[in-house]
């Protein structure tokens, strides 16, 4: 049974909010971290929004300790992850017992350069300053498959390269769930400083377009706005790294506890929404 009583979100974005929903139905004691000056978030009753510099680790590790904070989970957006090296410090002057880094997606162990390396280089800043850590992959959220594949209804789907390599997709009501029950009813020992695989469906790039009932638009990147992160990752997925079981470095598919979708095994009876059940297909 988890010993984990107290919870602090910082962000309230398209991942934050919904675990802070979660967490709140157990009926557990929840605060939400945001900057000073962010747009106001609506939160359930009995959490509370606490505007701080999250660069100044003194300060949250202050509100940390004001809440008697057990578990912190980081859920910024990938473009912030640096910002995250002082939360880590915070949570060591706190002597927090738990750090789930904002991951929420792709492998990033083994990642030597990119945005995804940057998250790696966080969960090293967590083992050199000896907080225990959970690390959550999720692969893509099923409700941004349009967004990473620009397509829009009537449109066909842009696929760089192959689109034969698995992907992972989850939704987020899913993770946001699978986070707020393993953190209320699993033993510390299956947490701290293990990777967890999720995976709601698996599927390709290709196999996406059958499902939306259009064809493909082999590219070479994507444009428009944000069309470099796309082009990084679907590049990405076509390497293999789509799937949550992808070893980066050995360039393999993972078995045992490292295999895409291991961590379901955590919620067991869950069933794990589809692809087509999230985007009404």
Avoid: C
Avoid at 107 to 127: F, N, P, Q, S
Avoid at 133 to 151: A, H, K, M, N, Q
């Amino acid at each position: 049974m988890s010993v984990y009583k107290s919870f602090a979100v910082v962000g309230g974005g398209a991942i934050g909010l919904p675990i802070v929903n979660a967490l709140a139905a157990k009926n557990v004691a929840v605060i939400l971290l945001s900057r000073p000056g962010s747009a106001q978030k609506t939160v359930p009753s009995g959490v509370q929004i606490v505007q701080v510099d999250l660069t100044d680790a003194a300060a949250v590790a202050a509100v940390f300790k004001e809440h008697r904070v057990d578990v912190v989970l980081s859920t910024v957006t990938t473009t912030a992850t640096a910002a995250q090296k002082s939360l880590v410090d915070a949570a060591k002057l706190a002597a927090i017992k738990l750090f789930l880094p904002s991951e929420y997606g792709f492998v990033t162990e083994g990642h030597a350069e990119g945005l995804l390396a940057a998250k790696d280089h966080i969960a090293a800043h967590l083992k050199s300053a000896g907080i225990p850590s959970t690390r959550i992959y999720t692969g893509l959220f099923i409700e941004y498959i349009p967004w990473l594949v620009d397509y829009s209804s009537g449109s066909k789907i842009k696929v760089i390269g192959k689109g034969e390599a698995p992907l992972s997709v989850t939704s987020v009501a899913d993770i946001a769930g699978f986070v707020a029950h393993v953190l209320t009813t699993v033993p510390p020992s299956e947490l701290e400083n293990r990777s967890l695989r999720l995976e709601g469906e698996r599927t390709s790039l290709n196999d996406l377009a059958v499902q939306l009932k259009t064809s493909v638009e082999r590219v070479d990147s994507i444009g428009g706005e944000g069309g470099e992160f796309k082009t990084a990752l679907q590049l990405n997925i076509g390497s293999g790294g789509g799937s949550t079981g992808w070893n980066v470095v050995n360039k393999v598919e993972g078995t045992g506890s490292n295999a895409a979708g291991s961590g379901n095994a955590l919620w067991p009876g869950h069933q794990w929404q589809s692809i087509k059940e999230v985007l009404k297909l």
